[in-house]
């Protein structure tokens, strides 16, 4: 798996969307557990930007190869989120997309400046802390594509298959940026490796947990991995993150599967509540309302008329 920084510049573009069925959407069902992962996967896309806004603050962003990367991923990604809120429209489910993110971002609170402040505070004062950011990229980027490719084995659903294979693509490369800079920072770094271990065994935690909670992760894990294909697709993931030197024998998202799967041992209906009762509404924050944060006044209502042309 090789990755070349100067092809990546040239090769990055918006998700190409040409010929994807769109009228087809509504002709196939979708379960609840399709539609709750589907908006569980648009927020993590859209939440990238401040993903990034925590990146920015760091000494990885010392790296111009590192920003350079950045720049076109963040954009990439964006047309992730964009593209599935545009598939859940047309499913039928009504939204306002910029609603929607400002919401979650708003829901954030405190726990977000904090969180930018801290990560801040450890990159300046670990000098490995990039070798830490790139192996949770990596892990990040793969366990997104395993998950999207998860859900087109779940929901059978062929425009969705159509949508994130294209999805997936983009994905490959990201995950190939982040394990080859990974592997590359932690390559003869016996520090480096004992501090991302380290890292890793303590304060890790899966793609979207923070922004999501435990339980909305969880529901997420079971209804995609719970069953024997879904177990071995994390058992590869934990051994392919192994391959970076000093993560041998690394187990992080099985190791989250077995904890969901315990949390649901003591409590039957853990999890799966969420996805029988659709919980996938984002609430308005009770403090700071959202015309307060973005000074957008009038809002929302226009979501699913924009695609009605098509
Ligand atoms: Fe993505
Ligand atoms: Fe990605």
Request: charged share 25%.
């Given at each position: 798996m090789s990755f070349s920084i100067e092809r990546y510049k040239e090769e990055?573009?918006?998700?190409?969307?040409?010929?994807?069925?769109?009228?087809?959407?509504?002709?196939s069902p979708l379960s609840k557990g399709d539609l709750f992962c589907l908006h569980y996967m648009m927020d993590i896309e859209n939440h990238v930007p401040l993903y990034l806004s925590h990146l920015?603050?760091?000494?990885?962003?010392?790296?111009p190869i590192l920003t350079a990367f950045l720049a076109c991923w963040n954009y990439e990604e964006l047309w992730h989120g964009e593209n599935i809120g545009k598939f859940l429209n047309l499913y039928?489910?009504?939204?306002d997309a910029q609603d929607r993110i400002a919401n979650v971002r708003a829901n954030l609170g405190l726990h977000n400046s904090v969180s930018i402040l801290s990560t801040m505070l450890g990159s300046w004062l670990l000098k490995d802390f990039s070798a830490v950011y790139l192996t949770i990229g990596a892990i990040n980027e793969l366990s997104t594509l395993t998950g999207y490719g998860a859900l087109i084995r779940k929901s059978g659903h062929p425009v969705l298959k159509d949508l994130l294979s294209r999805i997936i693509k983009d994905e490959r490369r990201h995950y190939a940026f982040y394990f080859n800079s990974a592997k590359e920072w932690l390559t003869d770094n016996e520090k480096a490796q004992r501090v991302d271990r380290w890292m890793l065994d303590r304060v890790w935690v899966p793609v979207g947990q923070g922004v999501k909670t435990q339980e909305q992760v969880d529901a997420l894990a079971l209804y995609l991995f719970d069953d024997e294909q879904g177990e071995e697709e994390l058992l590869g993931i934990d051994e392919k993150i192994g391959r970076l030197p000093g993560l041998s024998g690394i187990k992080l998202m099985s190791r989250a599967l077995y904890a969901a799967r315990e949390r649901r041992r003591q409590d039957p209906e853990w999890a799966w509540r969420l996805i029988d009762n659709e919980e996938w509404a984002i609430a308005p924050p009770k403090k700071s309302p959202i015309g307060e944060l973005t000074?957008?006044?009038?809002?929302?209502?226009e979501a699913v008329s924009a695609y009605e042309g098509i």
């Amino acid at each position: 798996m090789s990755f070349s920084i100067e092809r990546y510049k040239e090769e990055s573009r918006k998700l190409d969307t040409a010929g994807i069925d769109w009228h087809g959407v509504t002709a196939s069902p979708l379960s609840k557990g399709d539609l709750f992962c589907l908006h569980y996967m648009m927020d993590i896309e859209n939440h990238v930007p401040l993903y990034l806004s925590h990146l920015l603050v760091t000494r990885a962003c010392m790296d111009p190869i590192l920003t350079a990367f950045l720049a076109c991923w963040n954009y990439e990604e964006l047309w992730h989120g964009e593209n599935i809120g545009k598939f859940l429209n047309l499913y039928g489910i009504e939204f306002d997309a910029q609603d929607r993110i400002a919401n979650v971002r708003a829901n954030l609170g405190l726990h977000n400046s904090v969180s930018i402040l801290s990560t801040m505070l450890g990159s300046w004062l670990l000098k490995d802390f990039s070798a830490v950011y790139l192996t949770i990229g990596a892990i990040n980027e793969l366990s997104t594509l395993t998950g999207y490719g998860a859900l087109i084995r779940k929901s059978g659903h062929p425009v969705l298959k159509d949508l994130l294979s294209r999805i997936i693509k983009d994905e490959r490369r990201h995950y190939a940026f982040y394990f080859n800079s990974a592997k590359e920072w932690l390559t003869d770094n016996e520090k480096a490796q004992r501090v991302d271990r380290w890292m890793l065994d303590r304060v890790w935690v899966p793609v979207g947990q923070g922004v999501k909670t435990q339980e909305q992760v969880d529901a997420l894990a079971l209804y995609l991995f719970d069953d024997e294909q879904g177990e071995e697709e994390l058992l590869g993931i934990d051994e392919k993150i192994g391959r970076l030197p000093g993560l041998s024998g690394i187990k992080l998202m099985s190791r989250a599967l077995y904890a969901a799967r315990e949390r649901r041992r003591q409590d039957p209906e853990w999890a799966w509540r969420l996805i029988d009762n659709e919980e996938w509404a984002i609430a308005p924050p009770k403090k700071s309302p959202i015309g307060e944060l973005t000074t957008r006044r009038t809002l929302g209502g226009e979501a699913v008329s924009a695609y009605e042309g098509i």
